[in-house]
């Protein structure tokens, strides 16, 4: 100690050369220059595995990154990570690319992330990427080209493994649903040749005529799964003349065999419910089928007996009564009239007779009789207007207004 | 009418069945045919109905697998 203190006073004494005193703000800032001038330290991949993954809320994340021996501070800014692909997890394999540099502030220093690629897992992620750039830029996945499911396949073909649980999935599911054959191509669906074994597949249920093919498996690890990223299976599928409908099971990313498949589903019992009817649907829709078949034909019987009766009118015999009956109806109301006629026409004379035995009256001889006169009857009851047809002592009788008398003729005079 | 009449719907599948029960469904809902084709046409589809009605309620089918050499063998 007291060296240190001496060397010091030594070192501020009179004469001696001025020591470079700076201040830890100057001494980090050219540490940090320092190494901004490194060609070793700058824009350079770098290996390791992520540890210490804190994601802040301001979108920047600080992680450690390490191999076996050592570890680095690493910040990955909101700017560079909104342009990656992959999303960092804990205990990633990562390539890091980017440069050393120093926080000031801190005096720590820490690698400064621009990109990041994946190792191991990360490949397969660059390639799914790589190729489902290449084939969408060909037109593989266009929607233009996906091609309609038969609507009630009679056959249809599965490209899986025989011993999987999706032939099961998709077996039961089929029995379930509208009947129809299914032809198996048993096929790898994982590892080595897996590629192959599928593409052989789609082959043979394309040589054999099935209507329509599921190509999947269940589900599994981006690995297990990775036979339906090849190009190899793409283009099988792309050829296929049969459409396809692929089933691979999982349902958060799309395989490139889901990109080029005429229709994917989630898993294979999906599969086999897209690709086959449901049987009780079928079955009611038959019935509402014939339901309207019946409507439309008692609308038409209902038409028909309308136009019937409109245009058979003058024929029927029915029809023809009431024609009848109409002229009855036209007769009786004749004939009414007729009636009516008569009737005036009697009463018309009934008048008339009134009016005359009203001036027959006035010419009744009973009436004369009223008046005084007498009317004289011969015994036989004719009368007796002329002295000439009475003799001298003949009997006679004189009718006058309330009786009659018997008398006899004393004198002609 | 251009419908089928002389094909046997014993021979016929599904989806030829009910394509043409669906078509001859439409002509009774339009209603332009006579009376007697009407019926006609409405026997018709009552024996397509009962055709698909049979092809549903028949639940046998053949599960089938390709084996080496493009053999196909029922699946086990």
């Known amino acids: 100690m007291a060296l240190i203190l001496e060397r010091l006073t030594m070192n501020f004494g009179d004469g001696g050369e001025r020591p470079n005193i700076i201040t830890v703000t100057k001494l980090n800032t050219i540490a940090k220059d320092l190494l901004a001038t490194s060609k070793d330290l700058n824009e350079v991949w770098v290996s390791g595995e992520v540890s210490n993954l804190t994601k802040h809320s301001s979108g920047h994340y600080y992680f450690t990154l390490k191999d076996d021996i050592s570890e680095v501070r690493c910040t990955l800014f909101k700017f560079a990570r909104s342009k990656l692909s992959i999303e960092l997890n804990e205990n990633m394999k990562v390539l890091v690319f980017g440069s050393m540099s120093v926080y000031v502030a801190k005096g720590n220093y820490q690698f400064n992330v621009l990109d990041v690629k994946a190792q191991g897992l990360g490949d397969l992620y660059l390639a799914y990427e790589a190729l489902k750039k290449k084939l969408e830029g060909e037109g593989l996945f266009d929607t233009a080209r996906k091609r309609p499911l038969p609507r009630f396949p009679k056959r249809i073909g599965v490209v899986t493994s025989p011993t999987g649980a999706a032939i099961r999935d998709i077996l039961n599911v089929t029995a379930r649903r509208f009947p129809a054959d299914v032809l198996i191509a048993p096929a790898l669906v994982q590892g080595e040749g897996a590629a192959e074994s599928i593409v052989q597949g789609i082959a043979s249920l394309n040589q054999a005529r099935v209507d329509v093919i599921i190509v999947g498996r269940g589900g599994g690890s981006l690995e297990d799964l990775w036979a339906f990223n090849e190009e190899m299976v793409a283009r099988a599928i792309y050829a296929s003349k049969v459409p396809v409908v692929s089933a691979v099971g999982h349902e958060v990313d799309f395989t490139i065999s889901d990109l080029v498949a005429d229709l994917r589903a989630p898993t294979p019992s999906a599969a086999a419910e897209l690709v086959l009817p449901d049987r009780v649907e079928e079955r009611r829709n038959l019935v509402h089928l014939l339901a309207r078949a019946q409507k439309g034909l008692s609308a038409t019987l209902g038409r028909m007996r309308q136009r019937l009766m409109r245009t058979d009118r003058t024929l029927s015999p029915k029809t023809f009564l009431v024609d009848i009956q109409q002229h009855e109806v036209r007769l009786d109301e004749l004939s009414g009239l007729l009636d009516i006629f008569v009737k005036k026409k009697v009463d018309l004379d009934a008048h008339r007779l009134d009016a005359l035995r009203a001036s027959l009256v006035g010419l009744d001889p009973m009436r004369v009789l009223d008046r005084g006169y007498c009317v004289i009857q011969s015994v036989g009851g004719g009368i007796l207007n002329s002295v000439t047809k009475v003799n001298q002592g003949d009997e006679v009788r004189i009718v006058m207004r309330d009786g009659a008398l018997k008398a006899q003729v004393t004198r002609k005079e | ?76």
């Open chain 2, 1 to 76: 009418m251009t419908m089928s009449d002389e094909r046997n719907v014993d021979e016929m599948s599904f989806e030829e069945a009910i394509k043409e029960l669906e078509g001859l469904v439409k002509v009774l809902e339009k209603g332009e045919l006579d009376l007697e084709t009407s019926l006609k046409v409405y026997g018709r589809a009552t024996v397509l109905k009962e055709r698909c009605k049979k092809i549903l309620d028949d639940s046998e089918r053949k599960v089938q697998s390709i084996i080496d050499g493009g053999e196909i063998a029922d699946f086990q």
